[in-house]
């Protein structure tokens, strides 16, 4: 009688999930708009795999502590690191997750970058992680991490071409249109699809692989890529929830992004000198400024040009 009463229960409860679930017809329309996950995974000529690294191989040493960096890198350099973020933490999987991936990376570098008006190499782009997103201290070129990072990297893209990768699957992708956000929208969406089990109620997270920091002390600073919110709703919606990837509305995912991006977090301390070469810096980044205006609801939402505000 038990054991029935169990099953009942069991039955019941996947009832109430599959009636809180996404109706099928949405589901597809979002697939159409999006992709599907299978059809991502399809999508690389050339799969790495570090199980066919040679062990002979004295290079093969250094591409494992890369990999060891890359996966854990607030533990192997907390005197770099000012969160608690790995470089996985973003680029899931150790950078080979189809929505976030640097597979192919090396093959595209050295990259002019307007940004700076400079020919940017992989370990200029790196640091460029490091100060933003890691909320960390620049690493020497020739330090034993840059040189496992850039060996890393170099193995994903080996057979890749140089200068002409062409790498559909880019890291973090942005969307070129959202919609206007509504924060208290996205602050209950942040409860219903489960955001807090793994990224904490208070967004601190409950570690580096397992549920990063979305704010507060341990998160990216807001001069990161994710700091602004055309990526960030882009990244939420290909990466998250995890299990249930793609799955968000242009909507629902530009609402937790504002929701998550509203929220305090470290300041950059370069922001007065970003874009210098730049005329028309983008006009999506989430600065203290901005924050605050948002959390008070007075920010005017078609100051970012991607937002398309409804009449
Ligand atoms: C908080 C999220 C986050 C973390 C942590 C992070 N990155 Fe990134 N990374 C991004 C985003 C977003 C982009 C692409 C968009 C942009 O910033 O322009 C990117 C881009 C890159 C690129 C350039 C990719 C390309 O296609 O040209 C490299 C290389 C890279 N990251 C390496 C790293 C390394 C190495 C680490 C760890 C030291 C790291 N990232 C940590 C978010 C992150
Ligand atoms: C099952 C656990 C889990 C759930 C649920 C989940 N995440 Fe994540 N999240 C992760 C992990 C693990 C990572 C690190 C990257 C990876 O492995 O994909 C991550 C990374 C992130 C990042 C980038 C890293 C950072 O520090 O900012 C954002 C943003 C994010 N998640 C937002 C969300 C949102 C929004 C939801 C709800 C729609 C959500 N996540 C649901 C586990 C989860």
């Known amino acids: 009688m038990k054991r029935f009463k169990w099953l009942l229960t069991v039955l019941i409860l996947l009832l109430i999930i599959g009636a809180c679930s996404n109706s099928s017809d949405d589901k597809a329309k979002n697939d159409e708009a999006n992709g599907t996950a299978e059809e991502a995974e399809s999508v690389y000529p050339i799969t790495p795999n570090l199980d066919d690294l040679d062990p002979d191989d004295p290079k093969t040493e250094a591409i494992l502590y890369g990999e060891e960096v890359f996966n854990e890198t607030n533990v192997v350099m907390p005197e770099h690191v000012g969160n608690e973020l790995s470089c996985q933490s973003c680029h899931a999987d150790g950078g080979l997750s189809v929505s976030s991936s640097l597979v192919g990376v090396a093959a595209d570098y050295p990259q002019y970058r307007p940004r700076e008006n400079v020919t940017f190499t992989l370990e200029d782009r790196v640091n460029g992680c490091m100060i933003r997103s890691m909320n960390g201290e620049m690493m020497d070129y020739d330090s034993k991490e840059m040189r496992g990072l850039i060996a890393y990297m170099t193995y994903l893209s080996e057979g890749y071409e140089i200068g002409t990768a062409e790498r559909p699957w880019k890291a973090p992708s942005n969307k070129d249109e959202i919609p206007e956000p509504n924060i208290t929208a996205g602050e209950e969406l942040f409860e219903k699809k489960n955001c807090l089990t793994c990224h904490g109620s208070d967004g601190s997270g409950t570690g580096a692989n397992s549920g990063p920091a979305l704010w507060g002390d341990n998160s990216f600073n807001d001069g990161a890529g994710l700091g602004r919110l055309t990526k960030m709703t882009g990244y ?71 937002v398309k505000v409804a009449e």
Do not use: C
Request: without cysteine; negative net charge; aromatic residues 8%.
């Open 236 to 306: 939420i919606q290909n990466n998250m929830p995890i299990g249930d990837e793609y799955d968000l509305s242009d909507q629902e995912a530009v609402d937790l992004a504002a929701f998550i991006l509203s929220q305090d977090r470290p300041v950059f301390s370069g922001h007065d000198e970003d874009f210098p070469e730049m005329e028309n810096p983008p006009s999506d980044i989430i600065n203290e400024e901005r924050r605050k205006a948002i959390q008070e609801g007075t920010f005017d939402w078609s100051e970012i040009e991607a």
